[in-house]
């Protein structure tokens, strides 16, 4: 078992917590919060032990989860690389790219893993359908939340919109050419709905929308491609996948036919893929103790978070 410390005894960080105590595959072995208040309620409550300074976690584990936020993550990173440990570190991945590059250059000279929190990676919604997404040539995703004063330290693009931003690049083989966006804000220093428009090298266009001020929930996306069409929605963990092929010559007398203008027919088939009920945060805390074990590349590498910050900074800058 990976001997583990979390960083960070916020709401997420105490979600992280109970997952690694549950874990097989970790043995928890405390956490460090600034706070010292809320270190010893954290502790009393849940029987954790609280480290009194980030170093002294550090040089008790292999693994350091780092759920703090994002203007610190950098700086713990740091030490916890430096110091030649393992990082699972939560999304955005820093405040800058070039921070971003220097963790993902330090964690290589020292010979250890890295992995971000991209947790709808995991969501099983997507992992249904993701093998039958191949060359999406357009993608439309819909992010929307209700207020919550946690996260409007930064954008809405770095606290919402980059989930899809990283699922959209882990599914589009080609480089961002050009990107156009806007972006309000209504309740916070930040902007709190945003819009971008992505064009890729390869023709595909994706068109996100981001709001932290909706009236309601709500995590879609779609995708279309040849002879294809695969929506997702991550927050009722459901898929369904639209595929056409040539209709053959005597179609079942339900079959759904449609005709172009140059007479060719096409038969539609629907699909909605069973997904498997998980926990997303425990999975992909798991994926990362399976990718240190096989000394292979984490599912959401350092080097694949910079790539997702590098496009929301750009969308930022677009405002």
Not at 51 to 76: G, K, Q, R, Y
Not at 93 to 101: D, N, P, R, S, W
Not at 245 to 252: C, F, L, M, Q, V
Not at 302 to 317: C, F, K, M, P, Y
Request: proline share 4%.
């Amino acid at each position: 078992m990976l001997k583990a410390g979390v960083l960070g005894a916020g709401h997420l960080g105490k979600i992280h917590l109970r997952l690694l105590q549950q874990s097989e595959q970790y043995e928890l072995i405390g956490f460090y919060d600034p706070s010292k208040e809320n270190a010893k309620a954290v502790s009393e409550e849940f029987g954790y032990k609280a480290f009194d300074s980030i170093e002294a976690l550090i040089s008790e584990v292999d693994v350091v989860d780092i759920v703090t936020p994002t203007l610190s993550h950098f700086d713990c990173a740091k030490t916890a690389l430096e110091a030649g440990k393992h990082i699972f570190i939560e999304k955005p991945i820093t405040k800058t790219y070039e921070e971003a590059l220097e963790l993902r250059a330090l964690a290589k000279a020292k010979g250890v893993r890295g992995q971000v929190g991209h947790v709808e990676r995991f969501n099983p919604a997507f992992t249904a359908v993701k093998d039958a997404i191949n060359n999406p040539m357009f993608i439309e995703t819909h992010r929307l939340a209700e207020f919550n004063p946690r996260g409007t330290d930064v954008p809405v693009v770095l606290d919402l919109m980059i989930h899809d931003i990283d699922i959209i690049l882990s599914v589009v083989n080609s480089k961002v050419k050009n990107i156009n966006a806007s972006g309000i804000s209504v309740i916070s220093q930040t902007p709190d709905i945003a819009n971008a428009r992505i064009e890729f090298e390869n023709g595909c266009v994706a068109n996100l929308t981001a709001s932290r001020i909706s009236l309601k929930n709500m995590r879609k996306s779609r995708f279309f491609q040849k002879d294809a069409y695969i929506s997702v929605d991550f927050l009722d963990k459901k898929s369904e996948l639209v595929r056409m092929n040539d209709a053959p010559e005597n179609p079942d007398e339900f079959a759904m036919i449609l005709q172009n203008a140059e007479g060719v027919k096409k038969q539609i088939y629907f699909e909605n893929p069973k997904v498997e009920a998980n926990n997303a945060i425990l999975d992909e805390l798991e994926s990362f103790a399976n990718a240190i074990h096989t000394n292979t590349t984490p599912v959401v590498s350092l080097g694949q978070g910079a790539e997702a910050l590098q496009v929301a900074l750009q969308i930022i800058d677009n405002f």
